[in-house]
């Protein structure tokens, strides 16, 4: 299965600072869904976008879903160390079946107080 | 409550032996996922059934077969265990195409 571009691959950052992460594809899509996981567990929904130029916010956490319909990014502001997860995108092109969603390879968010 | 949950949390079996995994939802969902996680995380679909229908069947290897009793339940039996099939195993579940609800996961681990 086709993987999306997503980055970065890993991100250190301290209690309070912002977060930003995007993932990008070759390829027109109809849906992001932005995920988290955390070790042990099953990815979570966090944020999902159907509209291009969407912006949808979850708390702090702010999703947009780009205007070329290539791209989505993912920002978590005001960082607090349970923020600590593996971030995933993924999208579902307009070409492919359904249901067949691709994912980005996430983003590993480590939070420090 | 739990919305997408499966059966075991943990396998551990010797290559070579069949072991099946279990998948239920209580979302009223009509269509089931089974994805396999990598080493390195990636998420990689492997099967899809809607209202009891197989619609994804992606490039994967035919000891591993997938069977849906009804709506509610997607189960995954895979013959002849080899190294290789160690990964994390999720089942998710949706409303048509729209979003994907996943399970806790089952991490298998073949010695």
């Known amino acids: 299965g086709q993987q999306l571009n997503q980055s970065p691959q890993s991100m250190f950052i301290q209690e309070g600072e912002d977060v930003s992460m995007n993932c990008t594809s070759s390829?027109?899509?109809?849906?992001w869904l932005w995920y988290k996981q955390e070790p042990g567990e099953g990815p979570v929904l966090l944020i999902a976008?159907?509209?291009?130029?969407e912006l949808t916010s979850n708390g702090r956490l702010t999703a947009q879903f780009g205007i070329t319909r290539k791209d989505s990014f993912l920002n978590i502001s005001a960082s607090i160390p349970s923020d600590v997860g593996i971030y995933f995108c993924?999208?579902?092109?307009?070409?492919?079946?359904?249901?067949?969603?691709?994912f980005g390879a996430g983003t590993q968010v480590v939070v420090t107080p | 409550d739990t919305a997408v949950s499966q059966t075991p949390k943990y396998l551990v079996t010797q290559m070579g032996n069949d072991k099946s995994i279990k998948c239920e939802q209580n979302?009223?969902?009509?269509?089931m996922y089974w994805y396999k996680q990598d080493s390195k995380k990636f998420l990689k679909i492997m099967f899809s059934?809607?209202?009891?229908?197989?619609?994804i069947n992606e490039t994967v290897p035919n000891r591993f077969s997938p069977k849906s009793p009804d709506k509610a339940h997607l189960n995954l039996h895979i013959n002849s265990l080899e190294l290789g099939d160690s990964a994390v195993y999720f089942c998710?579940?949706?409303?048509?195409?729209?979003?994907?609800?996943f399970g806790p996961g089952t991490r298998l681990l073949v010695l």
């Open positions: 998710a579940s949706s409303h048509g195409m729209e979003t994907q609800y």
């Open positions: 390829s027109i899509f109809n849906t």
């Open positions: 976008l159907y509209k291009a130029g």
């Open positions: 993924a999208g579902h092109p307009v070409t492919d079946s359904w249901g067949k969603f691709q």
């Open positions: 979302l009223g969902h009509d269509t």
């Open positions: 059934y809607n209202n009891k229908e197989l619609i």
